[in-house]
């Protein structure tokens, strides 16, 4: 049975992860670092305005783990809901994707690059919901790009791809006194 689920094309995958809930040590260690920080700003600045304001800025800052997060994955694109945020972007925004033991790394770039937590999304797993994941992604990205070249190929120019003969920006002349 599990075969034949496996083998059938998914249209539509949906999950929550609620990374604190799943990490209770990691979630302990965090309240309690952030209650330790929160002592330190009241004995430095003397005002619960600026503890407050110092705690809202935190829990916001890690909302992503502290609450739980929504995912959508359809034949359009990845949608991806929080507390604080909603992202929805398509599939051929994307080129290609790096998985680790938590998550996967949608990226905008062909090749790894340190743009890519700013440019890309990144999707957290389940216990259980790895392998379905990538698969999806997997089939989405090939669905994406054979449809970018598609559209290269009917347009004839190339989609925000440089060759390697074509110059990087503007010539600058240079001027002798």
Known sequence: MANKKSRARITELTWTAHPAKERPRATILLALFIIALEIGIYFSFQ????????????????????????????????????????????????????ADKRGVQLSTF??????DPFRGMSLLFTKDNREEVLGFVRQRL?????ERLARISATGTRDKVRSKKEPMGKSVTKYKR
């Open 47 to 98: 005002s619960l305005f600026v503890v407050l304001l110092a705690l809202v800025f935190l829990v916001a800052s890690l909302s992503a783990f502290i609450f739980p997060t929504s995912y959508r994955l359809d034949y359009e694109g990845v949608t991806v809901k929080g507390v604080i945020f909603r992202h929805t972007r398509p599939w051929t925004h994307f080129r290609t994707y790096y």
């Open 110 to 115: 062909v090749r790894p690059s340190r743009l």
């Open 142 to 146: 090939a669905i994406a790009k054979e």
